[in-house]
Nanobody
């Protein structure tokens, strides 16, 4: 059974950091790329970053480039999204999702992603 489990959300002050995790089962990180999406209150879901272990590449929207960093632990089937210098606009529910590549992630709403995890809430507020 394929499962993705996102965790690590929480509340943090502006400028703070959080690390989100996405642990997968039923497939390996070589088989699928993992994209991160977020949905802010009152806004559409948006793909912000993606990592492809197969291609050894990671991709970011300009809005998070330089602040967010993806990494993967293939042995534990887990992808991490390190989020630094968080801003109030980063407040959202964050989701991880799997697809064969990263072409349908950045700046898109996630239609076509094969598998989804449940979201984890990130709140950035003073």
């Amino acid at each position: 059974e394929v499962q993705l489990q996102a965790s690590g959300g929480g509340s943090v002050q502006p400028g703070g950091s959080l690390r989100l995790s996405c642990t997968v089962s039923g497939f390996t990180l070589v088989d699928y790329a993992i994209g991160w999406f977020r949905q802010a209150p009152g806004k559409e879901r948006l793909g912000i970053s993606c990592i492809s272990t197969r291609d050894d590449n990671a991709y970011y929207l300009p809005d998070v480039q330089g602040r967010f960093t993806l990494s993967s632990d293939n042995a534990n089937n887990t992808v991490y999204l390190q989020m630094n210098n968080l801003k109030p606009d980063d407040t959202a529910v964050y989701y991880c999702a799997a697809h064969e590549g990263c072409t349908i992630v950045l700046g898109l709403r996630g239609f076509g992603m094969d598998y989804w995890g449940k979201g984890t809430l990130v709140t950035v507020s003073s």
